[in-house]
């Protein structure tokens, strides 16, 4: 089916250090997926971060990055140097062509510390 | 712009009652999609709508749960007969048909003791 694989639990990083949330996907019914970084800050509603619906590019935003990876079924989210400001869940996604259904991981919660 | 709008944030309930979500998508969108998230799950789809009518609703467990827009703007979910498995945080999204953004809610934390 498909699905969506990305770390999980809750990870812990020192501000300005490098981060990676590892995502991979499944997309036997989609042949052609869009890829999707969701985030949810505290208190807050889930919101879009990046997408990519071409494989091969990159998406980012606010200092993510995430590259659509088709041979490796990943889109591995990085960000070069960590704010506490970034502290939040973080959600991989996909959906098909006509986003009739995002498919989500389970979320990955990061904690900047200072 | 108003976003999504949900209500209530929080329901707790006894097994065997009933609830009901409420959901107003932004305005101008077609596409309103209800999820249900359990603790440390991602989002799942239960339905979704364009306009007034239901286009998916094959994850929705249907002997119990209902949902509606009847004029294609405002929408409801309604779980009768709640049971503890069913506790988990219920999100309304919308979207403008063929855009490749959707816009969340905040949710519903819904509890069944």
Redesign the interface.
Known sequence: GDS?TQTEGQVTVSESKSLIINCTYSATSIGYP?LFW?VRYP??????LL?V?TAGQKGSSRGFEATYNKEATSFHLQKASVQESDSAVY?C?LSNTG?????????TSLTVIP | EA??TQSPRYAVLQEGQAVSFWCDPISGHD?LYWYQQPR??????LV?FRDEAV??NSQLPSDRFSAVRPKGTNSTLKIQSAKQGDTATY?C?S?FQ??????????TRLTVV
């Open positions: 969506v869009n969701y208190g807050e509603g889930l919101q879009l997408k619906i959600y996604a986003y009739q259904n995002f498919y989500f991981g389970k979320g | 976003g999504v596409t440390d799950q991602g989002p799942q789809l979704y286009i998916d999100l999204a979207s063929g855009d490749t953004e959707v816009f969340f809610g905040k949710g």
